[in-house]
Structures are given as structure tokens and as C-alpha cells.
């Protein structure tokens, strides 16, 4: 049976790879969990389960089960800037092992920020320029020694990515609320210079990047047009109400980054999520929603436009217990909000490993589709800023796979990934007719028979 149109249709063609499906379901912060078992509320075994590629460790200083101002930033590891960078009493690595431990035991891999997290306050304490750049750049190296070359009592880590900053582009110059880089441009520029060129030498076989662009393009113009010194990754931040408007930023990025002929350096979306606005009613609606249904499916049409994008990795902002986590309910971490499960669909794309190309006849379906040698699955999902927008009907082609067994699940209001339907799919009988409700996601697994 061949599908035709019947309201809206997905067709997936397993002959035609895209690729390996890249590291979309990464996010910003590990699991909440202690290794004493005091008073232990966990979602170790939820956050395990989800696959979850990398954590970025930016703004992990807020929460206290992480270790809380003991924890990551460069000034909280070494609080004494006029200490000596070469003496291991100088530093206090405690709580920060104990972190990275921990995302580690979930079997995710530390993506480290050097810096501080973001100041919203009136006074500002750790987000001012150090007072000798060359120096921070020492204090990072041995930062650096001690999680992946055993210094100082350390470890062998093995983390790859090093960030220099975050959003340093967020405020003006002129600026006299300056809430992640206290300094002016000129002053970054050389902070970055610096401390690239010297973890670079010191470090050859790691990955040194930055700078966590807020979401400024003339300022990241500047940046890229003057750089002299290594740029591994081009770290940058969106905050949208349409998938279609991540992807657009995400080629105006690596257009940006090819044209001052950084054409070998990844471009990592390091932070992102539902946003209609910043503040008002728009800023309560955009924390409402990225708890609830409509945030999974605005997640879940990220990471699948995002799959067929240039884009080399996405890290979800935030898995930290606070308002803008959709993964874990924030005072009962063990349970999983909707906006958890998507992770769990993409991470079973990954796990295949072969991208395939999707077609969909409407702008507000977004597919995904991965292959192995003997399994298959597609994610999609229904997403519209417009709340009140009308259910749609769609048949999905899966002719290209041959005969399967298929498994749907379903999220939405009622399920959560629930297994909803089997089908027999065979040359007679090669395509699901499904409703697709607002905000509803299916994962389709096929087996073949």
C-alpha cells in the first residue's frame, strides 16, 4: 500500500543516511545525588536512563546538593587569588570532586566551564575580570591537571572540553549592570587570548573554546574577526519560541564561523530552551510552559531539527533543580516531568547511531530517524506557539525499512513514553495513521521480522 496524502505526512527513508546522529541530548548539570546515603533524594537512576551525553557544569555554584558556592567556579577552587597557582594547598577541589563524581557515576561525561556563574545581584564578586590574566590562565591549567592528570591528589578524568567564560557579551560596555563579565570587550578579547593560548600549549590533545556567546553577532563578528589563538569549539546561547528559529541561528553561526575560516571548529548550542519572553506575563508563560507538555515538545522539535542541522552538539539549560528545568520536578527531583522524556526518545536514536533522512509535509511536525542493522525508530512531534492550535491527522511511511514489528509510544497529557499500539508492518501494509494532538510526541520503534 502506497501512503498519499491524508491531512499530513511523514515519510522516512531508511536507504538515505544523514550521518551519525550527533549529541543533541546533552544538557547543563548533573543528577542530584549523594554518595552518603543521609537524606538521599536522587534522580540518578531517571538521569542514567536518559543516555545523556555531556553536562555542562555553568551555574552549577547555585544549587546547594551540588556543593554550592564550593563549587566549580575558578574563584571558589582558588579563593585566594594572591595564593600560589603551583601550590595544591592553594586550591580546594572538595566539593567539585564530589560533583563531577556524580555526573560521572551517571555515565555522562563533564563538559567544564571556567569562570563564574551569572550575577543578577546588585554587587558583583566573581564576575569581575581576574587581575592578571596570565595568572588565571595558570590557576585554570592546574584546574585542569588535577581532573584529568591526577595532580594534586586528582583524577584521570578525561574531559575534553574546556570553556573559557560565559556569555562575556551579555551586557554593554557601558553596561552598569554587568551580570557575567564585569570588563569591557577589548578587556575579554585579551582574557580569551590568553588563557586559550595557554591551555592549548599545555594541552594539545583537548578541546579549549568559548565563549558562550549570549546573543550578540556583531560582538561575535569582533571576536572571530581578531582572534589569534585556538578556538576548538564556538560556544553559544539562543532562547526561542520556534524550533525553526534555533535552526536559523544555528547556520547564521556556522556561516559566521566559516567566513573568518574557522571551518574545523565545532559550533556548540550550550544553552537553550522555551522562551516567549523575558519578562511579564511573557517570562511567567515561558517558565509554565517549559514544565509542562508544551516545553517537551518545543524539546523535542529542537533536538530533531537540530539532528539535520551543522550544529555538532546541543546542551539543554538546565537540569539543575530551578524554574527552568523540565526534566525533574524541582523539589521532588526523583520525578520526571514531560520535558524528561524526550531525552529518553533521543537517546534511543543515538544508541543506533545512523541518522536517515525524514520528509514532513507540515512546518509543524518535526521528525527525527535513526537506523542499526536490525532496528529502527523515528521521534516526532507536534509543536505551535499557538496554544489553541487544532489536532492534526498524520500517516507515517515506513515502507523503506521492510517488514517490522512496530512499537509506538506516546507522550502527552495522559502518557508518558507509554507503549500505546504494536502493528505489523509489511510491503501490503507500510504505513500508521496516528492522531497527533498539540504538543504530543511519538517514538516509533521498528523490529525487523
Known sequence: MICGDFMNNITVYYHESAG??????????????????????????SYRDAGIPYARTHDASFYATYGGEHTVDVNFIFPDFNADPYDPESY????TDEY??????????VFYRFGSKIEHWKKKYNTLPPKDFKKWAVICEHIIKHYNY????GFNMGIEYWEIWNEPDLDSDDSDNKRCWGGTKKEFFELYHIAAKHLKACFPELKIGGPALAHNIEWAEDFLRQLDAPLDFFSWHIYADDPKKV???????????????????????????????????DWIHSLKAEKGLKGASFTAGTMCVEQYSSLDMLMYYDARPCGMNGLFCTDFVNECLKG???????????????CVMTASDSDEIYVCAAKSRSEAAVMFTYFSDDDSAKSKTVKVDLSSFGNAKAEIY??????????????????????ITLELPLFSTYFIKLIRI
Open 340 to 354: 524528561y522524556y524526550p531525552f529518553r526518545m533521543f537517546n534511543e536514536l543515538y544508541k543506533l547511531d545512523e
Open 20 to 45: 551519525r546522529i550527533k549529541p543533541m541530548h546533552a544538557v547543563n548539570n548533573g543528577p542530584v545525588y549523594k554518595f552518603a546515603s543521609d537524606q538521599r533524594v536522587t534522580n540518578i537512576d
Open 247 to 281: 535552526y536559523e541561528k544555528t547556520e547564521l553561526i556556522r556561516k559566521l564561523l566559516d567566513k573568518y575560516g574557522f571551518e574545523d571548529t565545532e559550533s556548540i548550542l550550550n544553552e537553550w530552551n522555551y522562551v516567549r519572553g523575558w519578562e511579564g506575563d
Open 100 to 109: 563531577l563524581k556524580v555526573i560521572e557515576y551517571a555515565g555522562t561525561k
Open 410 to 431: 506516546l507522550l502527552d497529557s495522559e502518557n508518558d513514553m507509554s507503549l500505546v499500539k504494536e502493528e505489523i508492518l509489511t510491503a501490503e501494509k507500510s504505513c
Open 150 to 153: 591526577g595532580w594534586a591528589d
Open 92 to 95: 580546594d577541589f572538595c566539593l
